[in-house]
T-cell receptor, first 111, second 115 residues
Framework: GESVGLHLPTLSVQEGDNSIINCAYSNSASDYFIWYKQESGKGPQFIIDIRSNMDKRQGQRVTVLLNKTVKHLSLQIAATQPGDSAVYFCAENIWGNKLVFGAGTILRVKS | DTEVTQTPKHLVMGMTNKKSLKCEQHMGHRAMYWYKQKAKKPPELMFVYSYEKLSINESVPSRFSPECPNSSLLNLHLHALQPEDSALYLC??????????????FGPGTRLTVL
């Protein structure tokens, strides 16, 4: 599969700890945001989304926070597990169906 | 059936070859997408089809030619590619055909190598 390396920011956490992955988006007019997880050799997998009329949304073990004032998005993962190890991308819907992905963050979970 | 399938998984082609990538979904989604992903980079949008019509072309070179034969199928025809076109090509689909809300479901991708 595809390897990820030093060019992406990396977050290393201990199994069982909480993880916070941050993302800055570019377009103040963007009104819909998604977090994706991509494991090696696979396509991106949807985690959670949020619309711009909300500032927080919770899923199972994940929470997304949106701060429109500073154009910042974060993904919180509770009780991080080894299976959470992957590259995480935030994406913003610029207009219509046009989704623009952020650079990505590698999450490494240490057992 | 809640998946997007792509064939082939791997493709090696010369610069003078013509080949096609195929994508299929049976979720009744009205929008389908092609993305290109280079190693250690995020996916980059290439084309969007909405209700079987091309709605977005992100200034992609003409050596890439998309085709949407019906609402379930999406092809990407490749001709006279360059080595720098080597990448993972991802197909995605979404239920919403126009507003952009809603999850995009991604296939596993085709790993393309141009020699």
């Amino acid at each position: 599969g595809e390897s990820v390396g030093l060019h992406l920011p990396t977050l290393s956490v201990q199994e069982g700890d909480n993880s916070i992955i941050n993302c800055a988006y570019s377009n103040s007019a963007s009104d819909y945001f998604i977090w994706y997880k991509q494991e090696s050799g696979k396509g991106p997998q949807f985690i959670i989304d949020i619309r711009s009329n909300m500032d927080k949304r919770q899923g199972q073990r994940v929470t997304v926070l949106l701060n429109k004032t500073v154009k910042h998005l974060s993904l919180q993962i509770a009780a991080t597990q080894p299976g959470d190890s992957a590259v995480y991308f935030c994406a913003e819907n610029i207009w219509g169906n046009k989704l623009v992905f952020g650079a990505g963050t590698i999450l490494r979970v240490k057992s | 059936d809640t998946e997007v399938t792509q064939t082939p998984k791997h493709l090696v082609m010369g610069m003078t070859n013509k080949k096609s990538l195929k994508c299929e979904q049976h979720m009744g989604h009205r929008a389908m997408y092609w993305y290109k992903q280079k190693a250690k980079k995020p996916p980059e949008l290439m084309f969007v089809y909405s209700y079987e019509k091309l709605s977005i072309n992100e200034s992609v070179p003409s050596r890439f030619s998309p085709e949407c034969p019906n609402s379930s199928l999406l092809n990407l025809h490749l001709h006279a590619l360059q080595p720098e076109d080597s990448a993972l090509y991802l197909c995605a689909s979404s239920q919403d055909g126009g507003l952009g809300y809603g999850e995009q479901f991604f296939g596993p991708g085709t790993r393309l190598t141009v020699l």
